[in-house]
């Protein structure tokens, strides 16, 4: 049997990374059996981590757990998810590629996957990825934006391969259809900007109303916590704007501990479109097969919308035009039927490219 250690943002109730991780489990399983391999995750919630995906997980901060870890492990997998940025702080890279380097030090293999790098605008952090990455026995990257920095930054060897990202995996349990009742619903996940949350919720709210009148909003916090507010704030402006009240669905109640991920996507399926900022509300759409409309205040929010063909469903924060973004609304929700039609027909090779994020860890212990 052997051992492989995933190290990643997990077990804080990000819906994201959990997508992330469940995808990477599902890749991993489906091509050797449970009783051939062990996936061991590094997680800031070990017993949560355990009981959502019914993998081992040790702490990620509890050094001898860590240790532990790392000197029991055949692979460390680190990834996928947006690991190597330092936007606002550099601890998180400086933590990631330190999990890296020990696990090479102690001679095990070690593998980037799925990773979204970037940006890196400090040249102490460049250099610190470029000298860790070209020690790595494998690497694979969610985005061609991504390979291209990583190239950049001076990474030689090993290839960069671009997958996708693996929570596209991910499928409805059950196809729940909200079109039982009268009503047309539609996903918001938003997410604090640049400290404008205000004008975004006024903004969003605005263009919703103009371009979907009719329509039955879900808020979606995907990281509650820290999407809770804004979202409350969405939806009060939204009732003003006089909408219909809205819903709110997440991983999980903010005080409660998610056993599933489940619910969350069955009910992403059952909308007929998703208003997203969060980069994952957007990927468990696709998967589900639901179009989109991208709020893009990151690259990797365009990166993925031109990767599922729809680079044309993207508004840039930047522009603060609630009118313009009314008119995209509009658009792409009257060609709603044809775009999911055009995402099923692109699925198949979204969700080949993120299957090759296992294949490649798996490759490493043949």
């Not at 489906?30 to 051939?36: H, P, Q, Y």
């Not at 933590?95 to 293999?109: E, P, S």
């Not at 190239?151 to 909200?178: M, N, S």
């Amino acid at each position: 049997m052997h051992t492989l250690t995933l190290s990643g943002y997990y077990g804080y109730g990000n819906a994201g990374d959990e997508a992330v991780l469940a995808g990477l489990v599902t890749a991993l399983r489906a091509r050797r059996a449970e009783a051939d391999q062990e996936i061991v995750v590094l997680s800031g919630r070990p017993a949560e981590t355990e009981a959502m995906h019914g993998i081992r997980a040790a702490h990620r901060y509890r050094i001898p757990a860590l240790l532990r870890a790392l000197s029991r492990t055949d692979a460390l997998l680190s990834g996928g998810g947006s690991l190597l940025q330092d936007v606002t702080s550099a601890h998180s890279v400086f933590y990631y590629l330190g999990v890296v380097r020990l696990a090479q030090m102690l001679g095990k293999k070690t593998m980037f996957i799925a990773q979204g790098v970037g940006p890196l605008s400090r040249p102490r952090t460049r250099r610190l990825v470029a000298s860790v990455a070209n020690r790595l026995n494998a690497v694979t990257i969610r985005d061609e934006g991504s390979a291209a920095l990583l190239r950049e930054i001076g990474v030689t060897h090993p290839p960069i391969e671009v997958t996708a990202d693996p929570a596209l995996l991910l499928a409805p349990e059950r196809q729940i259809t909200f079109r039982d009742t009268p009503h047309i619903f539609v996903a918001v996940a938003l997410r604090p900007w640049a400290g404008q949350d205000a004008a975004l919720a006024e903004a969003v709210a605005r263009a919703c109303r103009a371009a979907l009148p009719d329509v039955r909003l879900i808020t979606v916090p995907m990281q509650p916590p820290v999407d809770e507010p804004l979202g409350e704030r969405f939806s009060r402006l939204w009732r003003q704007e006089g909408g219909e009240p809205v819903a709110r669905l997440g991983l999980t109640d903010p005080d409660v501990p998610a056993t599933s991920l489940s619910p969350l996507v069955d009910a992403l399926a059952g909308c007929q479109l998703v208003i997203g900022m969060r980069l994952h509300a957007l990927i468990l759409a696709a998967a589900c097969g639901v179009p989109a409309v991208a709020l893009s205040y990151d690259p990797k929010v365009a990166a993925f919308m031109a990767q599922s063909g729809q680079s044309d469903a993207v508004y840039d924060l930047k522009d603060a035009d609630p009118d313009a973004l009314a008119v995209l609304l509009r658009r792409v929700w009257d060609a709603r039927a044809a775009r999911a039609a055009a995402l099923r027909e692109r699925l198949p090779s979204l969700r080949a490219a993120a299957q090759r994020n296992a294949d490649v860890a798996l490759e490493l212990l043949s």
